[in-house]
């Protein structure tokens, strides 16, 4: 039973390019949640998604940031013109049909911004 | 707003020496706690959880018990290991905001042999 999955697990990208990280929520879950880790912080929430749904997106920043859950394939978050301040650990998580479940989180992405 | 607070690490311990690390909530209602611990280089796995007040959570030796009187899901570990070394993260999850995981700060905890 594959836990979640996010690849790349480490992207490195120059200022303005864009950064794509996908997520792939375990088996049978069907929720998907965004989260950002800051060095020596905490996680922050980002987005909250279900199946082609934005539920709740008041964590993302209202420039440059979106993200998807499609029908079918991963959840991708999407940075578009990355800056040096983008840099941080992107944590995907996902729970079962009630939201109120345990988040199980997967590897996390690396970004670095040059 | 909804917020967690986690003592300050790190915390530094001898192997078999016993672990506190505090956590306070802030919220409404009655949310679910939560901690979890992430090890270097990887992502937050559940530790444990409760989801009503004077439930004790527990997994791999440690406990924690919801204190609603306290607003306050402290976690305990009678004896620690090496392998124990790791940032420690308390969290809730609110009813009128499911989903949207409030974490604290974490707690890094080393424990030497």
């Known amino acids: 039973n594959a836990g979640v999955m996010q690849n790349p697990r480490h992207l490195v990208r120059r200022r303005g390019q864009e950064a794509r990280l996908r997520c792939s929520p375990m088996?049978?879950?069907?929720?998907v949640y965004w989260y950002r880790q800051l060095p020596e912080e905490g996680l922050k929430f980002m987005v909250y998604?279900?199946?082609?749904?934005?539920?709740?997106e008041s964590g993302m920043p209202k420039e440059r940031f979106s993200a998807e859950f499609p029908k079918e394939g991963p959840s991708i978050l999407r940075i578009q013109q990355v800056v040096r301040g983008d840099s941080a650990a992107y944590f995907c998580?996902?729970?079962?049909?009630?939201?109120?479940?345990?988040?199980?989180f997967g590897p996390g992405t690396r970004l670095l911004v040059l | 707003g909804n917020s967690v607070t986690q003592m300050e690490g790190p915390v530094t311990l001898s192997e078999e020496a016993f672990l506190t690390i505090n956590c306070t909530y802030t919220?409404?209602?009655?949310?679910?706690l939560f901690w979890y611990v992430q090890y270097p280089g990887e992502g937050l796995q559940l530790l444990l959880k409760a989801t009503k007040a004077d439930d004790k959570g527990s997994n791999k030796g440690f406990e924690a018990t919801y204190r609603k009187e306290t607003t306050s899901f402290h976690l305990e570990k009678g004896s620690v290991q090496v392998s124990d070394s790791a940032v420690y993260f308390c969290?809730?999850?609110?009813?009128?905001?499911?989903?949207?995981?409030?974490f604290g700060a974490g707690t890094q905890v080393v424990v030497t042999p």
């Open positions: 998580a996902s729970s079962p049909s009630d939201p109120q479940e345990t988040q199980y």
């Open positions: 919220a409404t209602g009655y949310p679910s």
């Open positions: 998604l279900q199946k082609e749904n934005i539920i709740d």
């Open positions: 088996k049978g879950h069907s929720h």
């Open positions: 969290a809730l999850n609110q009813p009128d905001s499911w989903g949207k995981f409030q």
